[in-house]
């Protein structure tokens, strides 16, 4: 797979341009392959060379892609340590901070958490909802196609729910297996509910540079 992605990297540039809206992003070549294409198996060198451009129908609140260009002629970039790392853009629809969370290192925390005497997260089982069902397809940009190919054990894994000192939540990870869980008729999913102490050590700083 490795091979396979730095030689489509050779042929056809490293990253894609995404068209959100009125926003441009710079997404990984492979990173939309994988995110995208509908059967839940890597991607051919073929397909792999031949996305040459996507359009994302996003709500504006929430972004999967790490790489953005802003009006002002700056890209903001995330660095990660792994290519393969998951980023979660969130814009805040009620004030507009933008935070990217790490979600690799999220579920490395909650791992650590349950070795410890007294963890402080939760596992909580969650209803799944047809109004949430509908929620997560129209704003959190779920490939229903991908959703409806999950099987076990990838289905059953927790999601992580990230909690704020409000109490609302943030889904960080599990929107895809929350669906694919409602089109096999299951009634719940299990969530990890991180607090807000824990999760604010794994966002990321953007590095904002001159296009």
Not at 84 to 105: A, M, S, T, W
Request: a negative charge.
């Amino acid at each position: 797979m490795r091979q396979v992605v730095e030689f489509s990297n050779q042929q056809a540039g490293p990253e894609v341009v995404v068209n959100v809206g009125p926003r441009t992003f710079l997404v990984q070549r492979h990173y939309l392959a994988l995110h995208v294409l509908p059967e839940h198996r890597p991607p051919t060198l073929q397909e792999l060379c031949n996305i040459k451009c996507a359009e994302i129908i996003d709500d504006g609140n929430m972004i999967y892609q790490p790489y953005l260009h802003d009006a002002g002629g700056h890209k903001r970039i995330v660095n990660v340590e792994n290519p393969f790392d998951q980023v979660l853009e969130h814009i805040d629809p009620d004030d507009g901070l933008c935070r990217y969370f790490h979600v690799n290192k999220l579920k490395k925390m909650i791992a650590d958490d349950q070795k410890t005497e007294n963890p402080r997260c939760e596992l909580n089982r969650m209803a799944v909802e047809s109004d949430l069902v509908t929620f997560f397809i129209e704003n959190r940009g779920v490939n229903v196609d991908y959703a409806k190919t999950i099987e076990p054990p990838l289905l059953d894994e927790p999601g992580i729910m990230c909690i704020f000192p409000d109490g609302t939540q943030l889904t960080a990870d599990g929107n895809h297996r929350f669906v694919g869980r409602a089109y096999r008729n299951l009634e719940y999913m299990d969530f990890w509910f991180v607090p807000e102490s824990m999760w604010k050590k794994t966002l990321l700083a953007p590095i904002y540079q001159r296009i």
